[in-house]
């Protein structure tokens, strides 16, 4: 979201520094998404969709839990393009596979994995997300999916690199 203030988007990066300084989470930078978008582009582009409407809309969420969902919703480090028997049904089970590695390499706490086992819902309808910040984590995905679909296909400009947190001096 471009349309953060600068104030707003040092606490974003704040925010998920921690996460994106991690070779785990850099690995998700070697796996297509959508179109020509890695995952980490996509889990990046998430976040700050969906910290930007927070912000946008004043609405009251844990801007740490928030993030952290966000960025952790698609970390299942493996490609989805390739069918494998050890990762079956990827649009229903990837959120669970997910919140597997967000508990191991990150500790994430329970709103954090319910924000990750909740963002594809209409899929499965039994995984409803029950907080304001799991919903915009899965508004922000179909939005941003959507547009990484129509619009970042091959044979169209390369989608941006992921954005990286400044520095700090």
């Known amino acids: 979201m471009k349309n953060l203030t ?22 998700m930078g ?24 927070s912000q946008r809309f004043h609405l009251r969420v844990n801007e740490r839990d928030l993030v952290a969902g966000a960025l952790l919703h698609d970390f299942y480090l493996y490609d989805w393009h390739a069918p494998h028997p050890a990762t079956p049904h990827h649009a229903t089970r990837h959120p669970l596979y997910a919140a597997e590695n967000a508990a191991r390499v ?11 086992r909740t963002h594809m819902w209409p899929l499965p309808p039994t995984r409803v997300p029950a907080s304001r910040e799991a919903l915009l984590v899965s508004l922000a995905d179909k939005y941003c999916s959507l547009y990484e679909t129509l619009f970042l296909r091959a044979g169209r400009p390369a989608a941006s690199p992921a954005p990286q947190p400044k520095a700090r001096a």
């Open 6 to 27: 600068d104030i707003q988007a040092a606490r974003f990066d704040d925010l998920a520094r921690p996460y994106l300084a991690h070779p785990a989470v850099q690995r």
């Open 30 to 53: 070697g796996f297509i998404q959508h179109g020509n978008v890695t995952t980490l582009a996509h889990v990046v582009r998430v976040a700050r969709c969906a910290f930007g409407w």
């Open 106 to 116: 990150f500790g994430a706490n329970d709103a954090v994995l319910a924000i990750v």
